[in-house]
């Protein structure tokens, strides 16, 4: 049918840009759902492709969910299971990796979010979260995964993990805040207005044990200190609330079963003002001599240009007074300033 149509357009211009448009068209819905997972993955064939979505929930949309899909591939008496979740940025990522962690596995040295077990691995990289079962794959072949994953996003992920106190911390407690749904399944105490999310708040809650019991600790994180300081006056209004604010950020236990100890976590948690580089290659020194060699340059260049058009200016003029038959003087223009 298309080479019919074609074969008819083919001396219309009109014509063949819409046949063009029509095949677009024809492609667009194939190209856009595109699976995560090829074919073959490093010599194992996949013999299966379903979709994993979770239950909807507020907390997965949250979080930025868009896509989840499982495969199976088989191959050398080689059986693996691979699960890959998508979100919409690693902030995302992170917040679900944290509610996500399977029971049972251990911290693995292939990335800094990730666990494993004797043969499955568990981990996030950028807008992904990643399970394989059966076979865990090589740091090369994560590598090689990772540059042909469609629609990846890779911003710097949260800092507040790195001011919870470690000390007393129960593994794999903590749990990621974005918004209001988030809030509400894993710290229902705090109201969200309280928080005011419109400020783009996010907070990191865990829990610890104490001699007489668990508490947990939630840090929320605002962009300005001037912002937090003026939020702690409205958490400071929760019942049997500890609350604490460090620069942008303001801490806070509920109901703690040990003022003491809570006391003690709280003083744990203090504000470190750091300077992150869109680009860790590169420094100060290095962009000041990067910018005078460039000046240098330009100057060098102007030079050169100033003197080439020197010489042929000169030139020309010593050229047309040797054709005349020697030198002439240019005309001198009078004013006659003193006849006036």
Same mark, same amino acid.
Request: aromatic share 10%.
């Given at each position: 049918?298309?080479?019919?149509?074609?074969?008819?357009?083919?001396?219309?211009?009109?014509?063949?840009? *819409?046949?063009?448009?029509?095949?677009?068209?024809?492609?667009?819905?194939?190209?856009?759902?595109?699976?995560? #997972?090829?074919?073959? $993955?490093?010599?194992l064939n996949r013999t299966s492709l379903q979709s994993a979505a979770p239950k909807p929930s507020p907390v997965w949309e949250e979080y930025g969910f868009?896509?989840?899909? *499982?495969?199976?591939?088989?191959?050398?008496?080689?059986?693996?299971?691979?699960?890959?979740?998508?979100?919409?940025?690693?902030?995302?990522?992170?917040?679900?990796?944290? #509610?996500?962690?399977?029971?049972?596995?251990?911290?693995?040295?292939?990335?800094? !979010?990730?666990?494993?077990?004797?043969?499955? !691995? $568990?981990? *996030?990289?950028?807008?992904?979260? !990643?399970?394989?079962?059966?076979?865990?794959?090589?740091?090369?072949?994560?590598?090689?995964?990772?540059?042909?994953?469609?629609?990846?996003?890779?911003?710097?992920?949260?800092?507040?993990?790195?001011?919870?106190?470690?000390?007393?911390?129960?593994?794999?407690?903590?749990?990621?805040?974005?918004?209001?749904?988030?809030?509400?399944?894993?710290?229902?105490?705090?109201?969200?207005?309280?928080?005011?999310?419109?400020?783009?708040?996010?907070?990191?809650?865990?829990?610890?044990?104490?001699?007489?019991?668990?508490?947990?600790?939630?840090?929320?994180?605002?962009?300005?200190?001037?912002?937090?300081? /003026?939020?702690?006056?409205?958490?400071?209004?929760?019942?049997?609330?500890?609350?604490?604010?460090?620069?942008?950020?303001?801490?806070?236990?509920?109901?703690?079963?040990?003022?003491?100890? *809570?006391?003690?976590?709280?003083?744990?948690?203090?504000?470190?003002?750091?300077?992150? #580089?869109?680009?860790?290659?590169?420094?100060?020194?290095?962009d000041l001599a990067d910018l005078l060699l460039t000046i240098g340059a330009l100057v060098g260049l102007l030079l050169l240009v100033a003197l080439g058009?020197?010489?042929?200016?000169?030139?020309?003029?010593?050229?047309?007074?040797?054709?005349?038959?020697?030198?002439? /003087?240019?005309?001198?223009?009078?004013?006659?300033?003193?006849?006036?």
């Open positions: 049918m298309l080479r019919r149509l074609a074969h008819r357009t083919s001396d219309r211009p009109a014509g063949r840009q *819409a046949l063009l448009l029509t095949v677009f068209l024809a492609l667009v819905p194939g190209l856009l759902s595109a699976a995560i #997972w090829t074919e073959e $993955f490093y010599g868009e896509e989840a899909e *499982a495969a199976e591939y088989a191959g050398n008496g080689v059986k693996l299971k691979a699960t890959a979740y998508r979100f919409h940025d690693s902030t995302g990522a992170f917040a679900a990796y944290q #509610w996500m962690r399977p029971e049972g596995y251990q911290p693995a040295d292939v990335l800094p !979010l990730a666990l494993e077990t004797a043969d499955s !691995l $568990f981990l *996030a990289h950028g807008n992904y979260i !990643l399970h394989f079962e059966g076979k865990k794959p090589s740091i090369e072949e994560l590598k090689g995964l990772f540059l042909v994953l469609p629609m990846t996003e890779n911003s710097a992920l949260p800092e507040l993990a790195g001011y919870l106190p470690t000390e007393g911390l129960i593994p794999r407690s903590e749990r990621f805040v974005v918004g209001p749904a988030s809030l509400a399944h894993f710290e229902p105490r705090i109201k969200p207005s309280i928080a005011s999310f419109q400020y783009g708040t996010e907070a990191q809650l865990a829990r610890y044990n104490s001699p007489t019991g668990d508490l947990s600790l939630i840090v929320f994180s605002y962009p300005t200190p001037h912002i937090a300081r /003026e939020r702690l006056a409205e958490f400071r209004m929760i019942p049997r609330a500890l609350v604490k604010r460090a620069g942008p950020m303001i801490v806070v236990t509920l109901d703690p079963p040990d003022q003491d100890h *809570a006391q003690q976590l709280l003083a744990k948690v203090n504000y470190r003002a750091t300077i992150v #580089w869109d680009d860790p290659q590169t420094s100060v020194a290095g058009i020197g010489f042929f200016l000169g030139g020309s003029r010593f050229l047309f007074r040797g054709r005349k038959g020697g030198p002439e /003087e240019d005309p001198m223009i009078l004013l006659h300033l003193d006849d006036r």
